[in-house]
């Protein structure tokens, strides 16, 4: 069995295969970074036209890699939502067209159940039940994972994702685009008690949201406060900053496995790349004696490994075209 999975969420266009046993056989990414960079940020309008400039190639490339041909194929996942609408609609035309040609199933996946399953590429260990974080740019949320694709919302960002504070405050401090690993790297020489920024804690409602407006803010005045100031220390900063996400990180998760008395957690999604991060969610699940999961760096960011694994695992003999599949904005 041999399945085909397309992502083209935001502003990489992306596609893989998978084998019957879950192995990835090839994974393409062509990343639109250096079109976006000028105007430090996605350009939606762009990010559909080069997806649309790229997608056949990239698809193209990542059947001759797997060393199949387009008909060995026995299904395509793809992406349709949250994302940017514009982008998800050439994923998912492709997707629609060749699927049609071809007379196999269409899949849809969620992108941020997508993320979840980068754990499950290459790597059949078992990891459910367990709490998941999914910490992007546009999403930071846990969810309770019961099993495979039985997933509940736990809790999310009330404002701003971790990925976007990384990428608002980089570029409130000039750093450039994408903030997160710009301020990784300023971090890294800095010290993360210099400045000490307080982590959002709700007291009313779901005490496991979470929240970085605040903290952004309270940065972006730190920085206007002290950039004439002699001797001010912007890696300080930057490891302040960091330090503070990583903290309310790991506090909702733990607490979140402690409520639900779960034993096992999976990180994913871009920011889960950072090694700050992942280095304190290692040391408190040693400590706390529960198994922690992490997908290499190059599946933590948007790729076409995740969706293609995410639909091997959806795939059930039988399964129909889905010609009602359409991009939704939304969670
Ligand atoms: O998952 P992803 O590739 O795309 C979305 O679904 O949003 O995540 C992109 C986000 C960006 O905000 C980027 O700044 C952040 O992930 N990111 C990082 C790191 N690498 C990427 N944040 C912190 N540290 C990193 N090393
Ligand atoms: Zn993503």
Redesign the pocket.
């Known amino acids: 069995m041999y399945i085909l999975g397309i992502e083209t969420?935001?502003?990489?266009t992306a596609a893989a295969v998978v084998n019957g046993k879950k192995e990835l056989l090839s994974n393409v990414v062509f990343s639109q970074l250096k079109i976006h960079k000028p105007y430090g940020g996605v350009v939606p309008e762009f990010a559909s036209r080069n997806h649309l400039k790229k997608i056949n190639t990239v698809i193209g490339q990542a059947i001759r890699e797997a060393g199949i041909k387009l008909s060995d194929l026995n299904a395509i996942s793809v992406t349709y939502k949250p994302?940017l609408v514009g982008s998800l609609l050439i994923g998912i035309s492709t997707a629609k067209a060749l699927a049609y040609a071809l007379n196999i199933p269409l899949i849809g996946i969620n992108?941020?159940y997508g993320?979840i399953y980068a754990n499950y590429v290459n790597d059949n260990r078992k990891k459910f039940p367990g709490i998941a974080l999914?910490?992007?740019?546009?999403?930071t949320s846990l969810f309770l994972c019961r099993g495979h694709n039985k997933f509940s919302l736990l809790s999310q960002t009330r404002d701003d994702?971790?990925?976007?504070?990384?990428?608002k405050v980089?570029k409130s401090m000039n750093l450039g685009?994408?903030?997160?690993?710009?301020?990784?790297k300023m971090a890294k020489a800095g010290d993360p008690g210099a400045f000490k920024f307080p982590s959002a804690r709700f007291k009313k409602g779901n005490k496991l949201d979470f929240s970085f407006s605040g903290l952004k803010t309270a940065v972006w005045c730190t920085y206007n406060k002290n950039i004439n100031v002699k001797n001010f220390n912007l890696h300080d900063l930057a490891a302040g900053f960091?330090k503070s996400?990583v903290d309310t990180l790991v506090r909702n998760t733990f607490e979140s496995a402690n409520r639900y008395k779960i034993k096992s957690i999976l990180l994913?999604?871009?920011?889960?790349?950072?090694?700050?991060?992942r280095e304190a969610m290692q040391e408190k699940a040693k400590k706390e004696g529960l198994d922690l999961f992490c997908p290499p760096?190059e599946f933590?960011?948007?790729?076409g490994a995740m969706v293609a694994v995410a639909g091997a695992y959806k795939f059930k003999k039988g399964m129909k075209f889905e010609f009602g599949l359409e991009p939704d904005a939304a969670f």
């Open positions: 969420s935001c502003d990489e994302g992108h941020i993320h999914v910490v992007s740019g546009g999403h994702a971790a990925g976007e504070a990384f990428d980089s685009y994408p903030g997160g690993p710009l301020i990784e960091q996400v994913s999604g871009g920011v889960a790349s950072n090694s700050s991060l760096k933590c960011t948007d790729n």
